[in-house]
């Protein structure tokens, strides 16, 4: 990048927030995909103000800038595939105010999820979405993806808490939507709007959550199947009994051996599926749903049911269910994780297509996720670098997201489009829908600028 740029960006920043040398800028150059993109300069401002200067400065010089929390998304969103700017939000990171009588928190983008949910539980409240990433993504990550996680069955996802923020526009103007109170009609949702828009319709520099009381208490089942379509079935067998638990993730037998040849956590190897059920609320609830669950489940076919309602015995069932991701990968060395959504009454049908899919085009494909919401994460294993084993993945893939389509349901129900399925929008959303989409974002991103190629 041309030097008096830089010098720009310095007189914004100070030199220790633009990186330059190739070193630092790799860091920048990919997220949780196999996709990579070297950034020309990465800039890390602490202020909205700044951020408001660089969307301006790059307006005129016409120059990409792609945002960035921690680099944890699922769908390439923050891969600075032209090079560009990296935009990182991380030093945004200060919690502002926790209201215990208006039940909300006013966040930077950078906070981290998991500091978030410390910080508002030590005063006896809950921020429920919890994407599995938590540790180390962004709440700003999270609105941008709308992130999900194992507690949106029963608590919904990120849109559903996000009461107003205050974006840097594409063009570098400072807005606010929504605001401090649940109802809100002023005008258009922009709030909404802007919440799952992946980075590519503004730069979110401040949020305003939503909080609910912290449960009482929680109970985790594991619950294991012989047949992996009685675990599937079981699951809306729970919710038609009037049962509704915080998750429902299920992993399938490629999953489990994974899991315990990396862990030894004691999982049953000789079925097809376990469940892993949590329950919260008042102890007595608690106690009742949890017994009633194990009875449907045992009427489903369930072949065992372990219940821990201690710390302790819930962090060894959970254990294995965080160890997925990283357990895996020891079928191959690239992982790809689909996460096409179904209505919950078709989980059945859509794991019985997964198992054809996977044996079809012979490829490893471990079936698990946050069942409950129909929310299904066949990751697909294989090697980048093998295109003949790629060809094969490419034909699995479109026929994943023909049967999440054909059975009612959607291509991502999580992790965004991205880069990585942006190919498929038109048959999810048709050229109509596609044609608003883009209209959208050229009235708002005249230039282009801001997270070009993402999406569609
Ligand atoms: C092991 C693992 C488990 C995961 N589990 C889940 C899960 O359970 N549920 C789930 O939903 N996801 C999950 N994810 C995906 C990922 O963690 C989420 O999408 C998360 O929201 C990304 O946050 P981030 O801070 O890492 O964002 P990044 O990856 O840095 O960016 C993601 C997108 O957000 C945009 N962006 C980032 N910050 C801003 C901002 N301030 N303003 C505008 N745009 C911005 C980027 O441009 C990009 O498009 C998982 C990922 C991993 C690696």
Not at 16 to 29: A, H, K, Q
Not at 129 to 150: K, R
Not at 197 to 225: C, M, Y
């Amino acid at each position: 990048m041309d030097r008096k740029h830089i010098d720009y960006f310095i007189s914004v920043l100070g030199k220790d927030n633009v990186l330059v040398t190739e070193e630092e800028r790799i860091c920048y150059s990919y997220d949780g995909t196999f996709n990579r993109g070297l950034p020309d300069v990465v800039l890390m401002p602490e202020k909205t103000e700044e951020v408001a200067k660089i969307m301006k400065y790059a307006n005129e010089i016409k120059v990409p800038v792609f945002p960035r929390g921690a680099g944890t998304g699922l769908s390439g969103g923050s891969v600075p595939q032209d090079g560009g700017i990296a935009l990182v939000l991380s030093r945004m990171n200060q919690i502002k105010e926790i209201s215990r009588e208006d039940l909300l928190v006013v966040a930077g983008p950078g906070v981290v999820t998991g500091k978030l949910h410390k910080a508002v539980e030590e005063e006896g409240l809950f921020y429920p979405p919890d994407p599995a990433s938590s540790a180390v993504c962004t709440i700003g990550g999270n609105i941008a993806e709308n992130a999900g996680g194992p507690r949106a069955f029963k608590y919904g996802v990120t849109r559903d808490y996000v009461l107003g923020l205050e974006v840097v526009t594409p063009t570098g103007d400072i807005m606010r939507t929504g605001g401090k109170t649940v109802k809100n009609v002023t005008g258009y949702d922009l709030t909404r709007l802007l919440t799952g828009s992946e980075g590519t319709l503004g730069v979110v520099t401040e949020v305003i959550l939503r909080l609910v009381p912290k449960p009482q208490t929680k109970s985790t089942a594991l619950i294991a199947f012989d047949k992996l379509v009685d675990a599937a079935r079981a699951i809306g067998s729970i919710v038609a009994n009037g049962i509704i638990p915080v998750t429902i993730e299920l992993m399938d037998d490629t999953t489990i051996h994974c899991v315990e040849a990396n862990n030894k956590i004691g999982l049953p190897l000789d079925v097809e599926a376990v469940l892993l059920i949590e329950v919260d609320g008042k102890a007595e609830q608690v106690k009742s749903d949890i017994e009633d669950i194990a009875e449907i489940c045992r009427k489903e076919g369930a072949s065992s049911v372990e219940v821990a309602t201690d710390k302790a015995g819930m962090d060894r069932l959970w254990k294995g269910r965080r160890a997925v991701s990283a357990s895996v990968l020891q079928l191959g060395p690239t992982k790809i994780s689909e996460d096409a959504t179904i209505p919950r009454s078709q989980i059945p049908a859509m794991v019985v297509k997964l198992k054809e899919i996977a044996k079809k085009y012979d490829i490893p494909m471990p079936i698990y996720g946050h069942a409950g919401d129909g929310n299904m994460h066949p990751n697909i294993v294989a090697d980048k670098d093998n295109p003949e084993e790629m060809a094969r993945v490419k034909k699995a893939t479109d026929e994943i997201f023909e049967a999440a389509l054909a059975l009612g349901g959607t291509l991502s129900g999580e992790h965004g489009i991205g880069l990585m399925k942006k190919d498929y929008m038109e048959m999810a959303y048709g050229k109509v829908g596609v044609d608003y989409l883009k209209a959208i974002k050229k009235a708002v991103d005249p230039n282009n600028i801001l997270n070009p190629g993402k999406v569609f």
